[in-house]
């Protein structure tokens, strides 16, 4: 597999007395064919009631950022879809692979500025990482040498920005036994890169399935809900939970502060129907 490409796309808050808003989507797993579910779960469907709440609210974001597992079966259709979905928020999308997905399917559809794969984004504040923790044939991640270089490149570059770093495998321990024997091989590479630079706000990632948040020290360490099925927290075997299918909002403040809520769908979604 050729590396991720590294480009820069400049963004801005809509409205500039505000900060930066992002929207973190993760693992949607579509399937080309509309009619497929996933434990249950037409991912389909939930995700564009994901987008139809998000449509009706008062919240636009300035970017999507979408961490991983976009597709279940790998096909050019199903990023098409996606993009095309994705599309009716009005914003620029920012995509990274999952283990279930094809990098070099989704950096063919994902190959515009207002569609982009494993970029870095930044203002005049902020600087967003997209880093890849894909690997072949394998469920866990794993952030090769080349990456963690292409990191530290970027970090040398980023001036006095600060820094959110996303990827879609866990870098450290959630307390679920099962899914941690499939999170990032190497995760405490990518936190020793974080820690010892302050600017580094946030690492944010998708891959589990539920909320996780918490600080190691200034660090603040996030996963976020599906937009389709949710996993059972803090459970050492496979386990579904019956939250329903969620998002993450982020706001990013020029002085380096961070502020993040998690969103779900409204009571009246169940598996399977239409939002």
């Not at 999952?98 to 500025?113: I, K, L, T, Y």
């Not at 589990?208 to 190691?216: A, G, I, K, S, Y």
């Amino acid at each position: 597999m050729t590396e991720p490409r590294t480009e820069t796309w400049q963004i801005a808050a809509r409205d500039s007395s505000q900060p930066l808003r992002l929207l973190q989507l993760t693992d949607t797993h579509l399937f080309a064919d509309s009619g497929r579910s996933l434990y249950g779960v037409n991912t389909r469907e939930s995700l564009s009631a994901v987008i139809a709440q998000l449509k009706a609210g008062d919240r636009r974001p300035d970017a999507v950022l979408v961490t991983g597992d976009l597709s279940q079966d790998e096909t050019l259709e199903s990023y098409r879809i996606l993009k095309e979905l994705l599309h009716e928020l009005d914003a620029p999308l920012f995509t990274l692979p999952g283990n279930h997905d094809d990098p070099e399917a989704m950096r063919a559809v994902f190959n515009e500025p207002a569609a982009s794969y494993c970029g870095v984004i930044e203002n005049g504040s902020w600087r967003i990482v997209m880093l890849s923790s894909w690997q072949e044939k394998k469920v866990g991640g794993l952030l090769e040498e080349s990456e963690l270089a292409r990191f530290s490149e970027i970090l040398a570059t980023a001036g006095k920005r600060f820094i959110l770093v996303c990827v879609h495998h866990q870098p450290v321990a959630i307390g679920s036994g099962w899914l941690d024997r499939i999170g990032m091989e190497n995760g405490d590479d990518l936190l020793s890169i974080a820690q010892r630079d302050e600017r580094v706000r946030g690492v944010l990632w998708g891959h589990v399935h539920q909320v996780f948040d918490e600080f190691r020290g200034r660090l603040r360490l996030m996963s976020s809900p599906s937009t389709c099925r949710q996993f059972e927290p803090r459970s050492e075997q496979f386990a579904i939970d019956g939250l329903a299918p969620g998002w993450r909002w982020l706001s990013l403040f020029p002085d380096g502060g961070l502020e993040t809520e998690i969103q779900r769908l409204g009571s009246g979604w169940k598996p399977g129907a239409r939002g």
